[in-house]
């Protein structure tokens, strides 16, 4: 599988960070579509099917088209993106981070990364909001919003809360059930249209970050005892058959919980239901090896790009939703 990183750009240290352009200061939205090579724009084009005997147009379906462009000295082909509907309208990279600064406001957050994946199929900016959280003995959990698109008709524009946890910088983007975690807008209205919609979402990510400062603190106050710790863990990783795999990671969370983790040893975190939710974080976002699928030797490369996918879209994310199931019940 080749590597699905086209280009990037990033401000600070997050962990998964190994490639892509670095950037000396934050970066405006307009500068972020520069420097993350973003700074191009699709096109719906009717499709035809031709040969020597035909020339007819197919109907309700058109292709979205990357026109050729030049990156510096480099001049780059027209490249098909995706096949879509009539409805379809294409939401460009820049309208993406006008999105963005509609939902958060202008000058109110910093842009760490922007990148394209996949030869232009899709998108994404992370932000850093003003603020800190007030979590128990002075744990630090930054702010994002995640902002991600697709050119080629498999997703909606996205917006995630995505909170990272400083001192080891895992994520810890959880589907708390008294706040919404994504909310997303269709391909199918003008921009313009949408500033409503991004006025709703900034309370909704408001509202996760109170809330997500509600259960940690609730987390803090309820010490697991031994046998509490055993069970929750054969909970969210039952050992079947005996296996090995399965008893080694239920190992690995538990050393972690125990004070190995960063930030873990803390008085006011040491042994609690937080301490257990940040050590499964942990784990996932850095200790658990990384799939990927159809590669007998990755490289540097797919192993960050593999985790950074369980991270924000898969296992990592489901697994930690689950920890936190379990913990807050």
Not at 59 to 77: C, K, N, T
Not at 96 to 124: C, N, R
Not at 264 to 292: C, F, K, S
């Amino acid at each position: 599988m080749p590597a699905e990183v086209e280009s990037m750009a990033y401000y600070g240290d997050i962990p998964w960070h190994r490639f892509g352009e670095q950037v000396d200061a934050p970066l405006t939205g307009d500068e972020m579509l520069t420097a993350s090579g973003t700074n191009w724009l699709v096109e719906k084009h009717a499709l035809r099917v031709y040969d020597q005997y035909y020339n007819l147009a197919v109907h309700d379906h058109f292709a979205i088209v990357r026109p050729w462009r030049s990156q510096g000295e480099q001049a780059l082909p027209s490249s098909v993106l995706g096949i879509v509907g009539c409805r379809y309208t294409p939401i460009q990279n820049k309208e993406a981070v006008e999105f963005a600064e509609a939902l958060i406001g202008e000058g109110q957050a910093v842009y760490h990364t922007g990148g394209s994946l996949q030869g232009g199929k899709k998108v994404w900016y992370l932000l850093k909001l003003e603020g800190d959280l007030n979590l128990p003995a002075e744990d630090r959990v930054d702010r994002y919003v995640l902002v991600t698109n697709s050119h080629d008709g498999s997703s909606c524009l996205q917006c995630a809360v995505t909170p990272i946890r400083v001192v080891c910088m895992n994520t810890l983007n959880l589907a708390l059930n008294r706040a919404e975690q994504r909310f997303s807008v269709a391909h199918r209205s003008h921009y313009r249209e949408r500033v409503g919609e991004a006025r709703r979402a900034l309370g909704l990510v408001e509202h996760y970050y109170r809330s997500f400062q509600d259960i940690s603190w609730e987390l803090a106050g309820l010490k697991m005892t031994s046998s509490e710790v055993s069970a929750f863990l054969n909970e969210l990783i039952p050992v079947v058959n005996e296996s090995p795999v399965a008893q080694r990671h239920q190992s690995e969370i538990r050393r972690l919980f125990g004070g190995a983790g960063l930030g873990l040893e803390e008085p006011g975190i040491y042994g609690t239901r937080w301490a257990m939710l940040n050590a499964v974080g942990e784990w996932t976002d850095h200790v658990r090896p990384a799939r990927v699928i159809g590669v007998a030797s990755p490289s540097d490369l797919e192993i960050a790009e593999a985790r950074l996918r369980s991270i924000w879209y898969g296992s990592g994310r489901i697994l930690k939703n689950r920890a936190l199931d379990l913990l807050a019940n």
